[in-house]
């Protein structure tokens, strides 16, 4: 692990850290021709060198890191523009990812314990997760879908998919607190929840608007609250 957590802090140094806009600016216009490409490199494998104390006994792995981190640079600003850059910008971190762990998995061969990936709390752990997220979207969807108010005033100022993504992580936190037994936190978090919304309930002065937002609020903490219950008796 502790070879992993190296390499991985020389990538986050190199490349968030260690690389000004200019940088990026010059890659996306010049491409593979722009020197700062090169300069970006060169910086990965000096902090390379320079966390794993110059010991040469693992030159192959910096090799392929240094290597691999240029071609991935080269084929995402090549890609740019063809493809949405959030999806570049996720695309190109994974793969960086997986080639530190690819690495790591070359000099520590028990790095990664294939077997235990497939071990009933983890299984259970992700149908956990899967059931808080695009389960629990779709179900409560389709639970408070006949109670939708017709129009919504404010639909054009609400960031695309919003509430989707917002209680998707309402729902996981709460059911981290309950399977850490942190009942109490859920408490504060539908304050914060109450505080953040009452402005736009004030304002639409919309009582069905206003019973559609608690229903739906109360089925999603509902759901999370049960999943973490239910995860805690299995594991029991």
Not at 8 to 13: D, E, M, T
Not at 82 to 87: A, E, F, I, W
Not at 98 to 115: A, E, K, W
């Amino acid at each position: 692990m502790t070879f992993f957590l190296t390499i991985l802090l020389a990538h986050l140094l190199g490349d968030f850290g260690l690389q000004p806009a200019k940088w990026v600016k010059d890659k996306m216009q010049r491409k593979h021709r722009s020197p700062k490409l090169y300069f970006h490199i060169g910086i990965h494998a000096l902090l390379l060198l320079v966390l794993l104390s110059f010991d040469f006994q693992y030159w192959l792995g910096i090799l392929i890191i240094v290597v691999s981190h240029l071609l991935i640079d080269i084929l995402k600003i090549n890609l740019q523009g063809k493809y949405n850059s959030r999806l570049l910008f996720f695309g190109d971190q994974f793969l960086h990812i997986l080639v530190l762990i690819g690495v790591t998995q070359i000099y520590f061969p028990d790095f990664i314990n294939f077997p235990a990936l497939w071990s009933e709390n983890l299984l259970l752990l992700a149908t956990a997760v899967s059931l808080l997220t695009f389960v629990s979207s779709i179900l409560i969807k389709v639970l408070i879908s006949n109670w939708s108010p017709a129009t919504e005033d404010d639909k054009d100022d609400s960031l695309a998919k919003a509430g989707t993504y917002i209680g998707m992580l309402e729902r996981l936190f709460v059911f981290g607190f309950v399977i850490s037994g942190h009942w109490e936190a859920i408490g504060f978090l539908i304050a914060a929840k109450s505080v953040f919304r009452f402005g736009d309930l004030k304002e639409s002065k919309d009582r069905k608007l206003t019973e559609y937002i608690l229903i739906g609020t109360l089925v999603s903490f509902g759901i999370a609250i049960l999943v973490g219950v239910l995860f805690i008796a299995i594991q029991e």
